[in-house]
């Protein structure tokens, strides 16, 4: 007879023992049929697990271990999906209160202890007494049977019992009223804060710069006091809400450790996409275990070859801060040119899966073949067909000043703006500039030295090729008014 089946046939004789001599039915992870794990990137997960309850018919104490540490108890869910509707929890118990050292001594104060220390001879000293108190920050306090105070003693401490109320593993504990008796599988879901996941992507330019091959990652990191073995695992991208109050985390995060592993998944597996309501599911194809503490990672997308434009931007708000405020004064200090990477996230670009918020780094092969690093940007939730915009840092060679030749008012809703702005490049070589503009309330340009786009309502662009080792002045006037 098999393991499994022999823990079935004593859950069976524990359903038809009687009532007066049931003890509670402890379900431990070994009986776990099913497990599955949806990860949101707002450090939370929903937990799936279906087990085998021996139960008998009325009401049931049932203890179930192996939860998350970090569980938010008011989420918990129970039904059976061997009888639906046959199961009712009347009463529900968390417990966290783990076995550990500082626990111990905690629950030990006004009992008496032994600490065995070494004295300056060598020999061992046992010292008994009162612990009158217990800190994890302060040391603690032990009364002698002469009345001595010893503070913060230094040894091996001897407790002559466990605490009560101490568990080694994270529980839930029911009253549970069963509708029958027999085995039933139980599928209990519950939130727990501690489980999170983020995209990082990495992008490497080729020689021309027109190309690009990506890659997108999953971190995985689970802080939330347990194992998920051989997991189901989905990942949500989107901004839920929550406005449920969630349990403050920092009682109990001395209580998990903060040291792990790192772990790389097989490039073998891969995560479907879909549409889900108004977020966006990825799910793994196959079975994963993300064990407690633990930093996992895992291929989510690739996409080699995907065209990429490259562009050295000057702009008004983010170099000069400029915001049309009357009378703002000029910036006469040279600014470095912005470098700007753009790529079409669409299938004709090799491309068009929504991409979760992260951070993109990008790398270069010199002329030797070694990897350079470019520089790195942060991208929101992208869908699909959108343009991924990056600034991965500042031209070297390529940079402008800016100032206003004249500043004066219409009338009282109406201004009259003259800028010009002085590109220089440095390079030996032709370079490719876009000057960018944010204009307040309605405008137009009454003149200018170079031709310019409407990019939307409130911004104008001026695309041009600045010769090698050449300086370019553009200059426009314009008119902005407001109602």
Do not use: C
Not at 411 to 433: C, F, Q, Y
Request: no cysteine; proline share 4%; hydrophobic share 40%.
């Amino acid at each position: 007879m098999t393991s499994r089946s022999l823990r079935a046939l004593l859950l069976l004789l524990a359903a038809a023992a009687p009532a007066a001599a049931q003890e509670a039915v402890v379900s431990t992870r070994q009986d776990t049929k099913d497990l599955s794990l949806t990860v949101y990137n707002q450090g939370f997960a929903v937990v799936r697990e279906r087990r085998d309850l021996g139960l008998h018919a009325g009401l049931n104490r049932v203890r179930y271990e192996d939860v998350a540490q970090l569980i938010d108890a008011p989420t918990v869910s129970l039904r059976s999906m061997t009888a639906p509707g046959s199961l009712a929890v009347a009463e529900q118990n968390y417990q966290y209160d783990l076995v550990s050292p500082a626990a111990i001594l905690d629950k030990s104060v006004g009992r008496t202890v032994r600490i065995r220390r070494r004295v300056p001879n060598g020999n061992v000293e046992v010292l008994e007494g009162t612990l009158i108190s217990s800190s994890s920050s302060g040391g603690i306090v032990v009364r002698t049977a002469d009345g001595r105070l010893i503070l913060s003693p230094e040894g091996e401490v001897e407790v002559q019992a466990l605490p009560e109320g101490l568990i080694s593993r994270p529980s839930l504990l029911w009253l549970l009223n069963a509708g029958r008796a027999g085995v039933q599988t139980a599928e209990v879901s519950y939130m727990t804060d501690g489980v999170d996941w983020s995209a990082d992507y990495v992008v490497v330019v080729d020689s021309a710069e027109r190309k690009v091959d990506l890659t997108g990652w999953v971190t995985l990191v689970n802080r939330s006091g347990t194992t998920y073995p051989q997991a189901q695992l989905q990942l949500i991208a989107g901004d839920v809400r929550r406005v449920t109050a969630r349990r403050s985390l920092e009682d109990r995060r001395g209580q998990l450790s903060l040291e792990g592993v790192v772990s790389t998944a097989a490039r073998t597996r891969q995560f479907g996409e879909e549409a889900f309501f108004e977020y966006h599911l990825y799910t793994l194809d196959t079975r994963t275990t993300i064990a407690q503490n633990e930093t996992k990672q895992m291929t989510l997308l690739t996409a080699p070859d995907a065209g990429v434009t490259r562009r050295l931007v000057f702009d008004s708000r983010r170099a000069w801060n400029w915001d049309w405020q009357p009378g703002q004064a000029s910036s006469t200090e040279p600014v470095k040119a912005a470098i700007v990477l753009e790529l079409e996230n669409s299938r004709a670009n090799g491309m068009g899966m929504p991409l979760p918020a992260g951070v993109v780094r990008l790398y270069k092969a010199d002329s030797r073949g070694n990897m350079q690093f470019l520089g790195e940007d942060r991208v929101d939730h992208t869908p699909r067909d959108e343009k991924v915009r990056l600034w991965i840092g500042d031209a070297f060679d390529v940079v402008a000043t800016r100032r206003v030749v004249e500043d004066r008012a219409i009338d009282a809703h109406t201004r009259e703006v003259t800028v010009e702005t002085t590109l220089r490049n440095h390079k030996a070589v032709p370079t490719d500039v876009s000057i960018v503009e944010h204009f307040a309330s309605e405008w137009r340009i009454l003149q200018a030295s170079h031709p310019h786009e409407r990019e939307d309502a409130s911004t104008g662009v001026w695309r041009l090729r600045v010769p090698a080792d050449t300086e370019v002045k553009v200059t426009y006037t314009a008119r902005v008014w407001w109602r």
